[in-house]
């Protein structure tokens, strides 16, 4: 008989606690082991014909070094309790010869995998950031240095749902060249408040309290096609949804598009963008984004798309559409379409942070094409509305402002708009350089 139940109960998963795991011990040999557990269990699911869930058991904590497998298919991973990342920086795995630290968990080449439950996965990301301000070459590389939270590459139908994800190191979830995935029912929270009383130490925040430099705690970072990620909170001083090109020589898909986002809202954070995009010799491109029933509190930025600088190839962005924003108390620019606005702490990069009051330079080889802006409300806005700005060498077409309106000391100062092509229909403020069509 017990013998039976126990078969019974495990032809649904294997545990990591088949593996020797130690709950609840934060040293060094527990983090081993217990990556070691999971990495075990995964396998071991991928190799049954019948167990195809790794679960990690409710209830506890599991503290852990980095996990990183390739060639998943069909499996389930179940996070029931929490998975804490050991801040233990001078013994975390790199890769490249140090070049670079490894993610906390990372999928390649893996396909049909899901990942979920109600459990969390903390990055513990308080002494990396320390570490960014510190020795930002080291730790802010824009090809990230930092660990990321959860990183799949080079994959196909993946779902991620029900869990939570905070303070990781660098980005959160990061979806790179995957197909068919779907991000649903998450929370995102990043220690702002830490954040912030670091900057505020090293005298970096300016008059408006706003960082002079991004952490890069980007909540999902998505490249890649046929990509849908729904009900979410995002708490997290930085991108919140960031949608990033593809390229002709990536291997699944050659443009990111054909991608939804809805029904989140967005605390502290510094938009739903797309971008950064540089221009590429191999084509980078976004196309078919929609961002839908979006509510944001206190933003930084919100409706964001930006160009990165280069002089070298092309790229495009185009069919954006943001439907249904609420933005409420924006702290900067509610709205902001134009060359990335940030400045790396080695303080390299353009000189766009300060813009309008220092020079800030289009980007003709990223032209945007059909960016649709519909039934936006901005609430209680302290600059002007916003900034859409293209180059004139190569003016972006086909924008259309439907319903976008505002108030605040904003109402009474004019977007900064320039070599903009398009239709503003109901809309308060309108951009100057679009062509107003009033409503009948
Ligand atoms: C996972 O299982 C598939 C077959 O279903 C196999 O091709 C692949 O090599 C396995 N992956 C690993 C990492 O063992
Ligand atoms: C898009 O991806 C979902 C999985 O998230 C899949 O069910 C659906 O068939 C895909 N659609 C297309 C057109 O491939
Ligand atoms: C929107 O997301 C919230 C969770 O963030 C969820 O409770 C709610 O059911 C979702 N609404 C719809 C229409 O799916
Ligand atoms: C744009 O993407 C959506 C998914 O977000 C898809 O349903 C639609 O078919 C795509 N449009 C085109 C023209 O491919
Ligand atoms: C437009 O692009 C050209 C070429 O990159 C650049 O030299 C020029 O400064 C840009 N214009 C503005 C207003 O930034
Ligand atoms: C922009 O929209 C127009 C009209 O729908 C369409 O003909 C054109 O192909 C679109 N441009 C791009 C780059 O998709």
């Known amino acids: ?157 993946i779902t991620i749902q029900g869990l939570t994800f905070i303070d990781s190191p660098f980005y959160h979830v990061v979806l790179q060249d995957v197909v068919n995935a779907h991000v649903t029912d998450f929370k995102i929270k990043v220690d702002i408040t830490s954040q912030k009383s670091l900057f505020h130490k090293h005298d970096l925040l300016d008059d408006l309290g706003i960082p002079l430099f991004p952490l890069n705690t980007d909540g999902v970072d998505p490249a890649g096609k046929n990509i849908t990620i729904s009900n ?70 919100a409706i964001y798309i930006k160009t990165n600088p280069g002089y070298e190839g092309s790229g495009i962005i185009s069919n954006i559409r943001y439907e249904n924003i609420d933005i409420e108390s924006p702290v900067w620019w509610a709205i902001y379409i134009g060359p990335q606005q940030q400045k790396q702490p080695d303080g390299e990069g353009p000189g766009c942070f300060l813009y309008p009051l220092g020079k800030c330079e289009t980007q003709p080889r990223v032209p945007m094409r059909n960016v649709t802006l519909s039934n936006v409300r901005i609430r209680n806005g302290l600059l002007s509305p916003g900034i859409i700005r293209c180059n004139e060498t190569n003016p972006c077409t086909g924008f259309v402002f439907d319903n976008v309106r505002g108030d605040g000391w904003m109402s009474s100062t004019p977007f900064i708009c320039e070599n903009i092509q398009g239709i503003a229909v109901d809309s308060s403020p309108a951009p100057g350089c679009l062509v107003t069509i009033s409503d009948v």
């Open 232 to 301: 979410c909170f995002i708490e997290n001083y930085d991108d919140a949804v960031a949608v990033k090109p593809l390229q002709q020589s990536d291997k699944l898909a050659k443009c990111s598009e054909d991608i939804l986002i809805q029904n989140c809202s967005v605390s502290f954070g510094v938009g739903m963008t797309v971008g950064s995009v540089p221009p590429s010799l191999s084509v980078n491109c976004v196309n078919n984004v929609t961002f839908r029933d979006i509510s944001f509190k206190t933003p930084f930025k």
């Open 1 to 157: 008989m017990f013998a039976l139940l126990f078969i019974v109960s495990n032809i649904m998963a294997v545990s990591i606690d088949q593996f020797k795991s130690r709950p609840g011990d934060t040293s060094l040999e527990a983090a081993l082991a217990n990556s070691f557990a999971i990495t075990a269990a995964i396998l071991a699911a991928n190799a049954s014909l019948s167990d195809r869930t790794a679960v990690i058991p409710e209830g506890e904590i599991y503290y852990i070094f980095p996990v990183s497998l390739t060639g998943i298919y069909d499996v389930t991973v179940e996070i029931r309790g929490t998975v804490s990342a050991l801040d233990d920086i001078s013994n975390w795995p790199t890769a490249e010869n140090g070049a670079r630290y490894l993610d906390i968990f990372y999928f390649g080449d893996s396909h049909y995998l899901t990942i979920k439950g109600f459990g969390t996965i903390d990055g513990r990301g308080y002494r990396w950031w320390e570490k960014a301000i510190f020795d930002s070459k080291h730790f802010n590389d824009r090809y990230g240095e930092r660990p990321r939270l959860l990183m799949i590459e080079s994959s196909s139908y």
